[in-house]
């Protein structure tokens, strides 16, 4: 499984971006997607996650500000609105399948004026 994250760039404070993830590469399916980011200096950490079925879960530090959404079995979005500073960080999506885990290339977010 290859997965491919895009979306990313700089947005001014209290803006929107809207994440893609796009997963290519033979598989059956993936079960579980997940965003996770990293800022500098601190550790990577799980934003959203969403399985087959069912609602996305949510890290507290954005919930209710970002949306995790599923378009097919190879697609999934990060909706993020209410951008702070301290939401700059790359962010990573990582799909589960078939017991192994892989990881995207990461996207840049930007949060400034």
């Known amino acids: 499984v290859q997965l491919q994250a895009f979306g990313g760039g700089l947005v001014q404070p209290g803006g929107s971006l809207r994440l893609s993830c796009a997963a290519s590469g033979r598989f059956v399916s993936i079960n579980v997607w997940s965003w996770y980011r990293q800022a500098p200096g601190k550790q990577r950490e799980l934003v959203a996650s969403i399985g087959s079925i069912g609602s996305a879960n949510y890290g507290d530090s954005v919930k209710g500000r970002f949306t995790m959404s599923r378009d097919n079995a190879k697609k999934v979005y990060l909706q993020m609105s209410s951008l702070k500073p301290e939401d700059r960080a790359v962010y990573y999506c990582?799909?589960?399948?078939?017991?192994?885990?892989?990881w995207g290339q990461g996207t840049q977010v930007t949060v400034s004026s």
């Open positions: 990582k799909a589960r399948s078939a017991g192994n885990q892989y």
